[in-house]
């Protein structure tokens, strides 16, 4: 019995610091845009504060994200590309609902955003995010790290 006591309250106590969020890395940090010109909108523009979208529609964020380092590869993935997935309410578990998916270094080519959309999971995702969703493409814009 106390084992079992001891371990529920390590979880217990465990719990809040698993569910705190990883940053996104700084390495991800600058401006994406379609074609990498960022003269062009939607921008998702990534900062120490964190993801932001840029549209047509205006400015969003900063987007409650959680980042994922092994989501394209599974436990043993060294390859570079970084999942950073957007989190839009919980599902009926209590858990978090991620629609969307931002893969930075898709394809593990440096500077490449593919972002996709599970429509399966219907929450709305607002016009800032479909815009972007509907882009899909991204490239980190000429010049490199150019973060607002």
């Excluded at 940053?23 to 991800?28: A, C, D, E, Q, S």
């Excluded at 900063?62 to 839009?88: F, N």
């Excluded at 490239?139 to 973060?147: D, E, N, T, W």
């Amino acid at each position: 019995m106390f084992r079992y006591s001891s371990a529920v309250l390590a979880l217990l106590v465990a719990t809040p610091a698993l569910s705190q969020s990883i940053p996104v890395p700084k390495n991800l940090y600058g401006s994406y845009a379609p074609g990498g010109d960022c003269a062009r909108q939607p921008r998702v523009v990534v900062n120490t504060a964190g993801v932001f979208l840029e549209t047509a529609s205006g400015k969003a964020g900063p987007l409650p994200v959680d980042v994922c380092y092994s989501c394209a590869g599974g436990a043993r993935y060294e390859g570079i590309q970084i999942w950073v997935m957007v989190k839009y309410g919980k599902d009926k578990w209590g858990g978090d609902t991620f629609p969307v998916t931002m893969m930075f270094n898709d394809g593990e080519r440096r500077g490449a955003l593919l972002v996709e959309h599970d429509d399966t999971i219907r929450i709305p995702i607002g016009i800032p995010m479909t815009q972007v969703v509907q882009a899909r493409t991204f490239r980190l814009c000429k010049g490199g790290r150019a973060g607002a």
